[in-house]
């Protein structure tokens, strides 16, 4: 059975005494929809979570779930991922080689840098908690992945930047994969745009154009994780010094890095005002 944090979900609000109860029926909710799916009753799944979306008509994480169980079922021809898949973005940052290692320097040595971290996807690699007391990522990173953010949320999403800033928060955290590493199918639930940065180092540079390098695959289900590429399926292979943005819902995992020097990535989520930290 999984755990759940209780959060906002989306803009759905409501009475701070009612969240113990509501939190329990969501909770509720999506074990039975995943217990459903692992007996690969995917028709069961969709009744559970389309009951669910009745009550959490913004959550990412009912709707990704559902459109993967509507896919495994045959019912749906996965149109929304194609859609989705068509606004994730590849763009360089801008940063030049030395503030590209003061980062990479904080993410390696952050207190919070743990292997395998319990409850992420991270498998085969350290990963970090929130990095907000990281010096590298100070103002002018943040203002970065503002930017990013805003550019992204005006060209694909039609959104008002100035409007994330009043609404929004960015949650920031390392991923460092060793040789074999990998991440699990997993999606940002909790957020609206989220990002993966690539550092331009010397070490790094050569492995991250490496058909061996860990590449970032988007899918249309959890379930469908094949060796070779499907037809609902997304493979980008990262640019160093570039950060690949996308809508948080969509379901994503990386290739094992095979690459001969362990693998860093710096994600970040952007998240509605009043939801908690990974």
Same mark, same amino acid.
């Given at each position: 059975?999984?755990?759940?944090?209780?959060?906002?979900?989306?803009?759905?609000?409501?009475?701070?005494?009612?969240?113990?109860?509501?939190?329990?029926?969501?909770?509720?909710?999506?074990?039975?929809?995943?217990?459903?799916?692992?007996?690969?009753?995917?028709k069961?799944?969709?009744?559970?979570?389309?009951?669910?979306?009745?009550?959490f008509?913004?959550?990412?994480?009912?709707?990704?779930?559902?459109?993967g169980?509507?896919?495994?079922?045959?019912?749906?021809?996965?149109?929304?991922?194609?859609?989705?898949?068509?606004?994730?973005?590849?763009?360089?940052?801008?940063?030049?080689?030395?503030?590209?290692?003061?980062?990479?320097?904080?993410?390696?040595?952050?207190?919070?840098?743990?292997?395998?971290?319990?409850?992420?996807?991270?498998?085969?690699?350290?990963?970090?908690?929130?990095?907000?007391?990281?010096?590298?990522?100070?103002?002018s990173?943040e203002?970065?992945?503002?930017?990013?953010?805003?550019?992204?949320?005006?060209?694909?999403?039609?959104?008002?930047?100035? %409007? +994330?800033?009043? @609404?929004? =928060?960015?949650?920031?955290?390392?991923?460092?994969?060793? #040789?074999?590493?990998?991440?699990? *199918? $997993?999606?940002?639930?909790?957020?609206?745009?989220?990002?993966?940065?690539?550092? %331009? +180092?010397?070490? @790094?540079? =050569?492995?991250?154009?490496?058909?061996?390098a860990?590449? #970032?695959?988007?899918?249309?289900? *959890? $379930?469908?994780?094949?060796?070779?590429?499907?037809?609902?399926?997304?493979?980008?292979?990262?640019?160093?010094?570039?950060?690949?943005?996308?809508?948080?819902?969509?379901?994503?995992?990386?290739?094992?890095?095979?690459?001969?020097?362990?693998?860093?990535?710096?994600?970040f989520?952007?998240?509605?005002?009043?939801?908690?930290?990974?």
């Amino acid at each position: 059975m999984i755990t759940i944090p209780w959060t906002v979900f989306g803009r759905f609000t409501m009475p701070e005494e009612s969240a113990t109860i509501v939190q329990r029926r969501y909770v509720e909710a999506v074990n039975r929809g995943m217990a459903l799916e692992r007996e690969r009753f995917w028709k069961g799944a969709i009744e559970v979570y389309d009951a669910a979306l009745k009550e959490f008509p913004f959550d990412r994480l009912l709707i990704a779930r559902r459109d993967g169980a509507l896919f495994e079922a045959g019912l749906d021809e996965a149109v929304r991922f194609h859609d989705d898949a068509a606004t994730i973005r590849q763009v360089q940052c801008g940063l030049n080689t030395r503030q590209w290692a003061a980062i990479v320097r904080d993410v390696c040595d952050h207190s919070s840098l743990a292997w395998n971290r319990d409850g992420y996807a991270t498998r085969g690699g350290y990963q970090t908690t929130h990095l907000s007391d990281a010096t590298a990522l100070g103002a002018s990173f943040e203002t970065l992945l503002w930017r990013l953010c805003g550019d992204y949320a005006h060209d694909t999403l039609d959104f008002a930047p100035d %409007a +994330l800033r009043r @609404q929004c =928060r960015l949650i920031v955290w390392g991923v460092k994969l060793a #040789l074999g590493g990998f991440q699990e *199918p $997993h999606n940002h639930p909790d957020g609206v745009i989220s990002g993966v940065l690539y550092p %331009a +180092l010397d070490a @790094q540079t =050569r492995d991250v154009a490496q058909p061996s390098a860990a590449r #970032l695959v988007f899918t249309v289900s *959890p $379930h469908r994780i094949r060796p070779t590429p499907q037809p609902f399926e997304l493979t980008v292979i990262p640019e160093p010094g570039a950060a690949v943005l996308f809508p948080s819902h969509l379901w994503h995992f990386t290739t094992a890095n095979a690459a001969d020097r362990e693998r860093l990535s710096i994600a970040f989520d952007l998240v509605p005002g009043g939801q908690l930290a990974p």
